[in-house]
């Protein structure tokens, strides 16, 4: 079984100051990790992924992941943030091998205060 | 730039009535994917299909019916839309499923229903 969590449904930061975002999953094996934003009435974009390898992973528009083998997540995390990035921001996981597809979690919508 | 078009962007139909959403895609990826999201949810796979082959996910229903002419086209057939069939529908590409390839999204339809 897979499964993927975002405990906040919400998350506020001042623009300029450093945002996470949390994930948390759990898989069979190993998991592969995906960070998508999503914009009003927008399909998702993908903004990175972890597969294996080094545990921070950059990806579009300045975000970055940091994968946690022992806490089983992967934060995504931004060092300064704009208002742009307001947006709802879902995390994935998948499993090789699996005929199960991605898992998305519930989302969390960033709000970034100007 | 490499794509994934969905048409129309909006569409309102009546209940019962059957309607037709399309996807195109440019990137030439095998995996065709059909998710339902409703108010900012995650998005619930109803199906995908793998090059031409259709995998449809246990809890679709019957009034979901998909079909891929050509690699490059998809389509999703409601058959007889009811209220709880509101929603938005997107549709993604991957180029492969295993093992888990980041998708590419189109930027949905937003189905209503009267």
């Known amino acids: 079984a897979q499964s993927v969590a975002q405990p906040e449904d919400q998350v506020n930061v001042a623009e300029g100051n450093p945002l996470t975002v949390k994930c948390t999953y759990s898989v069979s094996g190993n998991p592969y990790l995906f960070w998508y934003v999503q914009y009003p009435n927008r399909g998702l974009q993908f903004l990175l992924k972890?597969?294996?390898?080094?545990?921070l992973v950059k990806g579009s528009y300045g975000f970055e992941a940091e994968f946690n083998k022992s806490q089983t997540s992967f934060h995504l995390k931004k060092p300064s943030a704009l208002v742009s990035d307001s947006a709802l921001y879902f995390c994935?996981?998948?499993?090789?091998?699996?005929?199960?597809?991605?898992?998305f979690g519930s989302g969390t919508q960033l709000t970034v205060l100007p | 730039d490499a794509m994934v078009i969905q048409n129309p962007r909006y569409q309102v139909t009546q209940f019962g009535k059957p309607v037709t959403l399309s996807c195109s895609q440019t990137?030439?990826?095998?995996?065709m994917y059909w998710y339902q999201q409703k108010s900012s949810q995650a998005p619930k796979l109803l199906f995908h299909y793998y090059d031409k082959d259709f995998n449809n996910e246990a809890d679709t229903p019957d009034n979901f019916q998909s079909r891929r002419p050509n690699t490059s086209f998809c389509f999703l057939d409601i058959r007889s839309p009811g209220l709880g069939d509101a929603a938005m529908y997107l549709c993604a590409t991957s180029r492969d499923h295993s093992p888990p390839n980041e998708q590419y999204f189109g930027p949905g339809t937003r189905l209503t229903v009267t």
């Open positions: 990137l030439n990826h095998n995996v």
């Open positions: 994935a996981v998948g499993v090789s091998g699996s005929a199960r597809q991605l898992t």
């Open positions: 972890y597969i294996t390898g080094d545990n």
